[in-house]
C-alpha cells in the first residue's frame, strides 16, 4: 500500500474514532482526535493522490468518501451539543 493510501487510511481511522466518541457524548475525546486528523491533514501533501495508480485512485476516493461521511453523521451530534450548551449558559 502506497504512503497516501495509508495516511488515508489513518485519517479514516481517526474519523471513525471521532464518531465513536460524538456518539458516545465523550467531547475530550472527540476533540484530541479532531486535533490529531487535523495535525495529519496539515501534513499532507496538496497533491497526495496524483501520483496514485488508477486502483489506487478510487481506493483513495472511497477512504474520502467515507472520511466525508463520518464528518456528516459527527456534525449533527456537535450542533445538538451546542444546542444545550447554548441552553445551560442562557439559565446563568
Same mark, same amino acid.
Given at each position: 500500500?502506497?504512503?497516501?493510501?495509508?495516511?488515508?487510511?489513518?485519517?479514516?481511522?481517526?474519523?471513525e474514532?471521532?464518531?465513536?466518541? #460524538?456518539?458516545?457524548?465523550?467531547?475530550e475525546?472527540l476533540?484530541r482526535?479532531?486535533?490529531?486528523?487535523?495535525?495529519l491533514?496539515?501534513?499532507?501533501?496538496?497533491?497526495?493522490?496524483?501520483?496514485? #495508480?488508477?486502483?489506487?485512485?478510487?481506493?483513495?476516493?472511497?477512504l474520502?468518501?467515507?472520511?466525508?461521511?463520518?464528518?456528516?453523521?459527527?456534525?449533527?451530534?456537535v450542533?445538538?451539543?451546542?444546542?444545550?450548551?447554548?441552553?445551560?449558559?442562557?439559565?446563568v
Open positions: 500500500m502506497s504512503s497516501s493510501l495509508s495516511a488515508l487510511e489513518h485519517l479514516l481511522a481517526l474519523a474514532a471521532m464518531l465513536s466518541a #460524538a456518539e458516545d457524548g465523550d467531547w475525546l476533540a482526535h479532531e486535533a490529531a486528523r487535523r495535525a491533514t496539515d501534513s499532507l501533501p496538496s497533491n497526495l493522490t496524483s501520483q496514485l #495508480a488508477p486502483a489506487e485512485a478510487v481506493r483513495a476516493r472511497t474520502i468518501g467515507n472520511c466525508q461521511r463520518c464528518d456528516a453523521r459527527i456534525r449533527p451530534l450542533e445538538a451539543r451546542l444546542n444545550e450548551l447554548r441552553v445551560v449558559l442562557r439559565e
